[in-house]
């Protein structure tokens, strides 16, 4: 029996805890040279930087905020083959600021050109790597509604996020949860903290081992829009993206992930407006009876939480009464990527924090 797909996650996703304007080496097993940055100051209240190998270097995006993307020579200035370097910016690199940097690799260039494949119906480049599951995919918004984007994934993506890079315009997200128990025109909006919502002229079908659809909404493909997206398929041991509810109890809600986790990423989807929770192993090494917290959708700076979220060797506990985890009867979505599989495949054994 296969228990992962994936033996050292490292290769593909790591924590970079870090101060000042400086190139930053990533600490894992293997070397990780990074095609997408996610990037927050801890101890302060600048907006969270996104930077893609894509777009290019000092080119940013801010999950908290629908602003158009920027360029800033002092903010990420390189994708190292083993980490970044940051300049002395606010929101990357200030001197005397504390910061987290979460780095995805993809990697292997990727064009599409729809006319000559017969994949989709729009034009599309990017980065894909197939064994991690992920790819950065841009594309120009031609207006029409029930469009199909190539994406490279070679499966169908369990999650997505899109952002309109030209225009102050929300990022949207779809997850694989929604689409099977909603529609497949309901999303969420990254910058927001507000519930699922349906509009078949943003989103207009299930996505496919090749093609993920758009409609015609200025969110993910107006005429004259430039769009970027990144795109996540499942791979086992490696990355979840599922569901679960919650019971506003301090023996709260479990969820098997097959891997003990790296990083989660969690929003209530149903029953309230409430924020997105981004933990990971580097800001909470051992589970105490409080973690550090971030908001995806807010500038606010690390907060702690009394209502914790355990990682644990097979998966994640939540604790407490907290509607942003673990609310009585709610309903949440979350994205996951793993520290190590919970056995790999030569037979090693995760153990617990």
């Given at each position: 029996?296969?228990?992962?797909d994936?033996d050292d996650?490292?290769?593909?996703f790591?924590t970079?805890?870090y101060?000042a304007?400086?190139a930053y080496?990533?600490d894992?097993n293997?070397?990780?040279?990074?095609?997408?940055?996610?990037?927050?100051?801890?101890?302060?209240?600048?907006e969270?930087?996104?930077?893609?190998s894509?777009r290019?270097?000092?080119?940013?995006l801010?999950?908290?905020a629908?602003?158009?993307?920027?360029?800033s020579s002092?903010?990420l200035?390189?994708?190292?083959?083993?980490?970044?370097t940051v300049g002395?910016n606010g929101?990357?690199g200030?001197?005397?600021?504390?910061?987290?940097?979460?780095g995805w690799?993809?990697?292997?260039s990727?064009?599409n050109d729809a006319?000559?494949?017969s994949?989709?119906?729009?034009?599309?480049q990017?980065?894909v790597n197939?064994t991690a599951?992920?790819?950065?995919?841009?594309w120009?918004?031609?207006?029409?509604?029930?469009q199909q984007i190539?994406h490279?994934?070679?499966?169908?993506?369990a999650w997505?996020?899109?952002?309109?890079?030209?225009a102050d315009?929300?990022?949207?997200?779809?997850h694989?949860?929604?689409?099977?128990?909603?529609?497949d025109?309901?999303?969420?909006?990254?910058?927001?903290?507000t519930?699922?919502?349906?509009?078949?002229?943003?989103g207009?079908g299930v996505?496919?081992s090749?093609v993920?659809f758009?409609?015609?909404?200025t969110l993910s493909?107006?005429?004259g829009?430039n769009?970027?997206?990144y795109l996540?398929?499942?791979?086992?041991?490696?990355?979840k993206f599922g569901?679960?509810?919650?019971?506003?109890d301090?023996d709260?809600a479990?969820v098997y992930?097959g891997?003990?986790?790296?990083f989660?990423?969690i929003?209530?989807?149903?029953t309230?407006?409430?924020?997105w929770i981004?933990?990971d192993n580097?800001?909470?090494?051992?589970n105490?009876a409080?973690?550090?917290?971030?908001?995806?959708?807010?500038?606010?700076a690390e907060?702690?939480?009394s209502?914790?979220?355990?990682?644990?060797?097979n998966g994640?506990?939540c604790?407490?009464?907290?509607?942003?985890?673990?609310?009585?009867?709610?309903?949440y979505i979350y994205?996951?990527?793993?520290?190590?599989?919970?056995?790999?495949?030569t037979?090693?054994?995760?153990?617990?924090?």
């Open positions: 029996m296969a228990y992962t994936i996650p490292s290769a593909y790591q970079k805890l101060t304007a400086d080496t990533f894992g293997s070397d990780l040279a990074p095609n997408w940055m996610w990037i927050k100051e801890r101890n302060g209240t600048n969270h930087n996104l930077f893609d894509v290019g270097t000092t080119i940013r801010e999950s908290s629908s602003a158009a993307e920027q360029t002092t903010t200035t390189a994708f190292g083959s083993d980490g970044f002395n929101g990357t200030q001197n005397g600021g504390n910061y987290v940097g979460w690799k993809a990697g292997t990727f064009t006319s000559a494949t994949v989709g119906n729009i034009d599309s990017g980065s197939q599951g992920f790819s950065i995919i841009k120009s918004g031609n207006g029409s509604n029930d190539a490279g994934l070679g499966a169908a993506p997505w996020i899109v952002k309109r890079r030209n315009v929300d990022w949207y997200t779809v694989k949860s929604t689409i099977a128990d909603y529609h025109d309901y999303f969420l909006r990254l910058n927001e903290n519930i699922l919502e349906g509009d078949n002229n943003v207009t996505p496919t090749s993920f758009v409609g015609n909404d493909n107006a005429s829009g769009y970027i997206a996540f398929a499942e791979k086992k041991g490696y990355s569901s679960y509810i919650g019971n506003n301090n709260g479990f992930l891997f003990k986790p790296a989660v990423l929003k209530i989807i149903d309230q407006t409430d924020n981004m933990q580097k800001r909470n090494p051992i105490l409080t973690s550090q917290r971030l908001r995806a959708n807010t500038n606010g907060f702690s939480s209502n914790e979220i355990d990682l644990l060797s994640f506990k604790h407490g009464a907290d509607g942003e985890i673990n609310g009585s009867g709610a309903k994205m996951a990527f793993a520290e190590q599989p919970f056995v790999t495949s037979g090693i054994p995760a153990t617990a924090r």
